[in-house]
């Protein structure tokens, strides 16, 4: 779904219905927001010994250590292990974010270039 049409469809003058679709964007992103909050994600270390759980907004809800770990694993070892569990959950999540973004937003714009840039330019020449 994308927003801005106003703007889109040449209707630079339209305010009251760049407002409705801004609206209706930030209506769209809080239930993005909202659904990804609610899922669950998961990432390992290299060795697969040792897991952690986040949720959609990044909180560490669960981290599981293999009782192998404890053999296979020295203990200046598991704590690194543990971290890069929680940061490849952590990137599981980031990934999501990314995602919903570029649905909302139609996908990125190319790179430099602000797309309501001529918008506004329109608008500060107007008197």
Do not use: C
Not at 49 to 68: E, F, N
Not at 81 to 88: C, D, E, F, S
Request: glycine share 14%.
């Amino acid at each position: 779904m994308t927003h801005g049409n106003a703007f889109q469809e040449g209707r630079d003058g339209d305010l009251a219905g760049l407002i409705r679709d801004f609206e209706g964007w930030v209506d769209a992103f809080a239930g993005a927001l909202r659904e990804l909050a609610e899922e669950r994600l998961t990432g390992v270390d290299d060795t697969g010994l040792v897991a952690a759980t986040v949720s959609g907004t990044g909180r560490l809800l669960r981290v599981t250590i293999d009782p192998r770990a404890m053999r296979d694993l020295g203990h200046s070892d598991l704590g690194p292990a543990v971290l890069q569990a929680i940061l490849a959950a952590r990137a599981a999540m980031g990934e999501g974010l990314e995602k919903a973004m570029t649905a909302l937003s139609g996908g990125r714009p190319p790179a430099g270039q602000d797309v309501l840039q001529p918008y506004f330019d329109a608008v500060l020449r107007q008197e």
